[in-house]
């Protein structure tokens, strides 16, 4: 099995700056691609962005040139840098990874941006 940790979460004003960081432990050489979702306050999971092993990423529109996901080997925790954050960037961000056949999903990380 593959177990996730993610840390960075926290407050930040408007057009602030935080770095998620998202750990995996077990199998990981089971694990194809990572990817980082969030949930807001009465909203449905959304995705955020995905990085494949082969280093492809994905980003949601609402995130394209603000956000950063990298992850230098599969041995490496997988990094979501977020630039000019925005109040509506406030959510519970959850860290995935994708085994094929499974999703793993760790606890999550609270950000918070304030106006």
């Known amino acids: 099995q593959v177990q996730l940790v993610e840390s960075g979460g926290g407050l930040v004003q408007a057009g602030g700056s935080l770095r998620l960081s998202c750990a995996a432990s077990?199998?990981?050489?089971?694990?194809?691609?990572m990817g980082w979702y969030r949930q807001a306050p009465g909203k449905q999971r959304e995705l955020v962005a995905t990085?494949?092993?082969?280093?492809?990423?994905n980003y949601a529109d609402s995130v394209k040139g603000r956000f950063t996901i990298s992850r230098d080997n599969a041995e490496n925790p997988v990094y979501l840098q977020m630039n000019s954050l925005k109040p509506e960037d406030t959510a519970v961000y959850y860290c995935n990874a994708d085994l094929g056949y499974l999703k793993i999903w760790g606890l999550g990380t609270l950000v918070t941006v304030s106006s």
């Open positions: 077990g199998s990981i050489f089971a694990i194809n691609a």
């Open positions: 990085i494949t092993n082969a280093g492809r990423t």
